[in-house]
Every structure is written in structure tokens, then in C-alpha cells.
């Protein structure tokens, strides 16, 4: 299954973007779906998670901030971010996990986006 993520930018602090990830493949299920962020020198952080009941989790950074949602029609997970702030830049990952079809089985896949830049100027 593969992850095309896009929405990254350059936007000055106070300002919104909004992510989008597309998944593609043979998916015959998507359970949890994800953002996550990592700056040069730091290991990757979750940012939000959503379920496939669509409940949410936040990093207590980003909470009243960031909105996660799903479109399940389309295999697509957003990240609507507000208030940016310059500590949000980062190269933000998309992350999707499921089962795709296999022939006459089925196999779990966790997959990864290829990671989008957002830049925030003070």
C-alpha cells in the first residue's frame, strides 16, 4: 500500500494549512491512521491518530490546535492545522495501517508516506 502525502508549505505564525494522505493499493481495510513529525536530530513524534471509529489522540502540543479527519470513501487522512506556530516546522509523515488482499489472503501493512516539509516563520 502506498502513501501520497501533500499540503506542506511555508506559512507565518498564526496561520493554517491542511495535510492531505492518499492511500493506494489493494486495501481491504484501514484501521488506524496517523501524522507524524520529525525535525533534524529528533526521533519522529506522533502528532494525531485517528481510529477506524474515529476516535482521536493528540500530542499535548498540538491539542486545540490541530484537527485530524478521515474520508474512508477516498483512503484519505487529513491534518487541518491552525495557529501554527515556528516550534510546528517539521517534515510531517502520514502513517496508515490495515490489511490489503492478497490472492486469496489477506495481509496487514503499516505504510508510510514520503513525508512533507512545514515551515512556519516567527
Known amino acids: 500500500v502506498q502513501l501520497q502525502a501533500s499540503g506542506g508549505g511555508l506559512v507565518q505564525a498564526g496561520g493554517s494549512l491542511r495535510l492531505s494522505c492518499v492511500a493506494s493499493g489493494s486495501i481491504f481495510r484501514i484501521d488506524d491512521m496517523g501524522w507524524y513529525r520529525q525535525t533534524p536530530g529528533k526521533q519522529r513524534e506522533l502528532v494525531a491518530l485517528i481510529s477506524s471509529g474515529d476516535n482521536t489522540n493528540y500530542a499535548d502540543s498540538v491539542k486545540g490546535r490541530f484537527t485530524i479527519s478521515r474520508a474512508n470513501s477516498k483512503n484519505t487522512v487529513y491534518l487541518q492545522m491552525n495557529s501554527l506556530k515556528p516550534d510546528d516546522t517539521a517534515v510531517y509523515y502520514c502513517?496508515?495501517?490495515?490489511?490489503?488482499?492478497?490472492?486469496?489472503?489477506?495481509?496487514?501493512?503499516?505504510?508510510w508516506g514520503q513525508g512533507t516539509q512545514v515551515t512556519v516563520s516567527s
Open positions: 502513517n496508515v495501517q490495515g490489511f490489503e488482499e492478497r490472492l486469496t489472503t489477506y495481509k496487514s501493512f503499516n505504510s
